[in-house]
């Protein structure tokens, strides 16, 4: 009677549980669809604590009211954007940052955070901030992630989990905020008008959103910016009377329906709805003008900060903090609070055409269950 040696026995066992493997992540991947995140502050839930930078919501009081009360790099006082989509479409998980030494394995096949707060559509926007995430860089951790995937699923499958994910992509507020109005007569204002400014953002996007679909990505959410002048900061630093700052109002008003033409354009050229526009600025002006009416307090004093509005610098432990973050629109000075990034998620989910064009997430969600 033949003799199995231990060697032989070590390899076929490896080889059963590689298969077995293999099969359990497939399995996984069949039952929700990844989610991929890209763009700044706005979005990142954590890339930027991997990095040598200021710009970076790693240490008290962020993160006050996370699950775990403690800062996950998010710039809120709790979940962002994407936890919220996440959880609304019934993810058991939001994804993880790129960069975290945790995404591996099963957890790629949530999908992956690409974000980083202090990033633009311009790859001068943030230089302030030195360290942080390009969208080049971006969109080249994207195609690294699928290589990643690939050698779990195979090619074949992971580049279906890109085809049939959800991806959300903001940019655009920092190009503004942190860019051609950061210090008076910057480089790019001297360089563009703001029209011919706001013009060459939307085609440089054009491109990013093209590169992003050349590498898969098939159902894109695209966010504009929110009312650039109404966040305490440039409260603090631009009005007299407590109203918006005008100008970047007008930068706003002339970037957000330029961004939604330009996106509907694109899907007349590839002949499907790839790309949805996400009014953002109407999402939070709709808070902003009537806090009240959303229960909130206020909408110009951030809960955490200093000075005028609590719009002076960064949020720390020394800064002024609110008791209750659910009363106030704004968390820090340029970010919303958990609270009123729920109000914006559920716009994105169930809002009319006024809100996303051509469609909203729930439609998207119907339209996929239906593939």
């Known amino acids: 009677m033949a003799t199995i040696s231990s060697s032989t026995t070590t390899s076929l066992y490896n080889i059963i549980l590689s298969l077995f493997s293999v099969t359990i992540l497939t399995g996984l991947r069949a039952e929700a669809r990844a989610f991929f995140v890209f763009g700044d502050s706005l979005v990142d839930s954590g890339n930027n ?42 993810e058991s998980e939001s994804p993880l940052p790129y960069l975290s030494p945790e995404l591996n394995g099963p957890k790629l096949l949530v999908g992956a955070n690409f974000a980083s ?37 195979g090619a074949e499958e992971a580049q279906r989990l890109v085809n049939e994910a959800l991806v959300l992509i903001t940019l655009g507020g920092n190009d503004f ?28 996007y054009q491109k990013i959103l093209q590169r ?10 695209v966010t504009g910016t929110g009312p650039l ?10 009005s007299r009377n407590g109203e918006c700052a005008p ?37 939070n002006s709709d808070f902003i003008r009537n806090p009240q009416a959303f229960g909130f307090i206020t909408s110009k004093v951030a809960c955490c900060g200093q000075g005028l509005y609590n719009g002076v610098g960064l949020c720390t432990q020394l800064s002024n903090l609110c008791p209750n973050r659910d009363v106030y629109a704004f968390w820090d000075p340029f970010h919303p609070s958990e609270r009123a990034n729920r109000f914006i998620v559920q716009q994105i989910m169930t809002g009319s055409s006024e809100y996303m ?3 909203n997430l729930s439609t998207i969600i119907a339209l996929n269950s239906r593939i």
């Open 357 to 359: 064009n051509p469609m």
């Open 117 to 153: 707060a202090g990033v633009g559509i311009l790859s001068d926007t943030g230089s302030q901030f030195v360290n942080i995430i390009r969208i080049s860089q971006q969109l080249s951790y994207f195609q690294q992630y699928q290589e990643r995937v690939g050698a779990l699923i």
């Open 49 to 90: 604590n991997y990095l040598a930078t200021t710009a970076r919501a790693d240490s008290p009081p962020y993160g006050i009211d996370y699950p775990t009360r403690r800062p996950t790099g998010r710039f809120s006082n709790g979940l962002n954007i994407p936890d919220i989509i996440s959880e609304s479409i019934g």
């Open 229 to 238: 002048g109404c966040v305490p900061a440039e409260l603090a630093m631009r």
């Open 177 to 204: 905020v942190n860019n051609y109005y950061l210090v008076p007569f910057s480089a790019r204002s001297r360089q563009f008008s703001l029209p011919d400014y706001v013009r060459y953002l939307i085609s440089e």
């Open 247 to 283: 100008e970047l109002q007008r930068a706003a008003a002339l970037f957000n329906p330029q961004l939604t033409e330009m996106l509907l354009s694109l899907n007349s050229q590839l002949g499907a709805d790839v790309f949805i526009a996400a009014n953002t600025q109407l999402m």
């Open 212 to 221: 992003l679909y050349g590498l898969g990505a098939r159902r894109v959410l």
